[in-house]
């Protein structure tokens, strides 16, 4: 796939085309700026003086917004802003390519779980997915594909990871600092993602274990997992392809699962070249595919968010499948949960409980509790002789890492404003932080259909958010207090009587205080209702500062909820 490993400069041109070359000369004509200096000769007894122009050292290359991360979201954004005439745009990504979670989730067996003509743009449909379900090679090759023919490589800054980023109020802008330079911006829209950060718990003695440790998301292709002892920490959506991927070639499987995971039969297939020839030659039946898949999703909401007690026929169909997967009633007793299903994610699959049936696997029904030099101690006090360990244990989606890293109007982080549970206005902007927007921002997750029908609603509202800051003169924009309390509170109300809250588990989608703050409790077509236009009403305008008014750029107006 292409990538680049280069590491750009910070005054590097943001938009492609015929702005390139002015925006390219801006740059060079910085660099002179930067460089500009008086020298006297020196010779024996003759000094040299050397004037620095400071100001212009201190210059940094500013743009209209700046997206950070070139996954799903941020490629999309950056598709969206280009359609809208908004060119002068950085994509900041920390890896060396883009693609998000699907390049760095890379472990044996990775796949949608989500079929593959909804698991992509509306605006970029593929008709050459290899299966209905595609796995991330496909997906992987498919945002390459992407970048490359809406023309985003101008725009992309590799190994850019966000150190910083801190609103200046009296500039009314955002300065991001990163690891490939400092750009100041408009707007921000983070499209970092909640499936980024991996999340290894702090076990006593694990910084001592004598064989290989990695995360499920970091997988260690080098190390050759034939004939080895290895245990997987952890039983969801990672671990269920995992498992059945490696079971055959590793001499000892041991899996620590502190919860079982509800599992249905996976439909996957091929797809006939038939089928490819039909969707290339003709679109409009790939847009039938699409909507008959997005149909029957939408038909599915309901027994999630408002009739839970719908459910009990699809847990049936689980408690049968594993039935024929788990011939030993012992082994049946551990794998079946208690819980309701839908109230943790469901996973998909038709060689998971064969897997775990095997005669190499062992399943320890307890979470891991501690590491002693090579062997791991169960909660249940077992103990058990392992080469490597694997943790398919999640990621960091309720405290998301970025949160500590962004600074509001006010100098307090967006991790301190979070503290006591994450909360947007419609998902996207937070009060405090004028002009960061959100994709894939709090309660926006969904528990069974594709998030790039949220993420496309979501660029819906950032764009009309931005032409309309461009339309009416005003620099920035955050929700009102009331728009942003009445949205959650009416938001987790809804959320009481879910399958998520009413099931009987505790799931990642949870924090720590047992609020739900990932998954979105209605149907996509309802959020794309919620998002299709922003409404001026929730929010507080910032206009840009002069130099007679700066010191006061800060302060509120309360009339027409206009700030200045």
């Known amino acids: 796939m292409a990538s680049s490993t280069k590491r750009p400069r910070p005054g590097a041109s943001a938009a492609p085309e015929a702005s390139e070359a002015a925006e390219d000369a801006g740059a060079v004509e910085a660099a002179e700026a930067v460089s500009l200096v008086e020298a006297v000769a020196f010779a024996g007894d003759v000094e040299v003086v050397e004037v620095v122009d400071e100001e212009a050292a201190e210059a940094v290359p500013h743009v209209r917004v700046a997206v950070v991360g070139a996954g799903f979201g941020g490629l999309g954004a950056a598709v969206r802003l280009r359609r809208a005439g908004i060119t002068d745009f950085v994509v900041l990504e920390r890896a060396d390519s883009v693609g998000g979670t699907w390049r760095d989730n890379s472990y044996p067996g990775c796949a949608c779980d989500v079929p593959s003509h909804l698991y992509s743009f509306s605006f970029a449909p593929n008709p050459e997915w290899p299966r209905s379900f595609s796995g991330q090679p496909d997906i992987r090759a498919y945002l390459e594909k992407v970048a490359t023919v809406f023309r985003l490589r101008p725009h992309l800054r590799f190994n850019a990871e966000v150190l910083e980023a801190r609103w200046e109020g009296e500039h009314t802008r955002w300065r991001i600092t990163t690891t490939a330079g400092t750009w100041t911006a408009d707007a921000i829209v983070s499209a970092s993602g909640p499936l980024a950060d991996p999340q290894i718990p702090d076990l006593p003695g694990l910084s001592a274990f004598t064989g290989k440790v990695f995360h499920s998301s970091r997988w260690d292709h080098d190390f050759d997992l034939t004939g080895k002892r290895v245990a997987m920490v952890g039983t969801g959506a990672s671990a269920a392809q995992i498992i059945p991927s490696i079971q055959p070639k590793v001499g000892k499987l041991t899996v620590f699962q502190r919860t079982p995971a509800w599992v249905l039969p996976r439909r996957d297939r091929e797809i006939t070249q038939l089928e490819k020839w039909l969707h290339g030659r003709f679109p409009v039946?790939?847009?039938?595919?699409?909507?008959?898949?997005?149909?029957?999703?939408?038909?599915?909401?309901?027994?999630?968010?408002?009739?839970?007690?719908?459910?009990?026929?699809?847990?049936?169909?689980?408690?049968?499948?594993?039935?024929?997967?788990?011939?030993?009633?012992?082994?049946?007793?551990?794998?079946?949960?208690?819980?309701?299903?839908?109230?943790?994610?469901?996973?998909?699959?038709?060689?998971?409980?064969?897997?775990l049936a095997a005669a190499n696997t062992e399943v320890v029904a307890s979470g891991l509790r501690e590491v002693r030099g090579s062997t791991l101690v169960a909660a249940d006090g077992s103990e058990h002789e392992v080469d490597a360990i694997v943790f398919g244990t999640g990621f960091h989606v309720t405290d998301m890492p970025i949160g500590a890293r962004v600074f509001g109007a006010n100098g307090t982080s967006l991790a301190e404003e979070w503290k006591d549970g994450m909360e947007a206005l419609r998902g996207s902007t937070v009060r405090g932080f004028p002009n960061l927007f959100f994709v894939i921002g709090p309660n926006t997750g969904l528990g069974n259909s594709s998030m790039i029908l949220m993420i496309e609603s979501q660029l819906n509202y950032v764009v009309d958010a931005l032409t309309t800051l461009g339309s009416i003169g005003a620099a920035a924009m955050q929700p009102t207090a009331r728009a942003q309390r009445q949205w959650n509170l009416e938001l987790q109300h809804r959320m009481d009587r879910t399958v998520w809250s009413t099931g009987g588990c505790h799931s990642w989608y949870q924090d720590q205080n047992g609020k739900n703050t990932v998954l979105w409790p209605g149907s996509t077509t309802a959020f794309r209702r919620a998002t299709r236009k922003v409404d001026l009403g929730e929010y507080e305008l910032i206009m840009r500062a002069t130099p007679a008014t700066a010191s006061d750029s800060a302060q509120a107006m309360t009339a027409q909820g206009v700030s200045a």
């Open 285 to 355: 039946t790939g847009k039938v595919r699409r909507g008959t898949l997005f149909a029957l999703r939408e038909l599915q909401v309901d027994a999630f968010v408002r009739r839970p007690g719908l459910l009990r026929a699809v847990q049936r169909l689980a408690e049968h499948h594993i039935a024929q997967g788990v011939p030993d009633a012992g082994l049946r007793a551990k794998l079946t949960p208690d819980y309701r299903i839908g109230c943790k994610r469901i996973l998909l699959s038709n060689t998971y409980y064969p897997a």
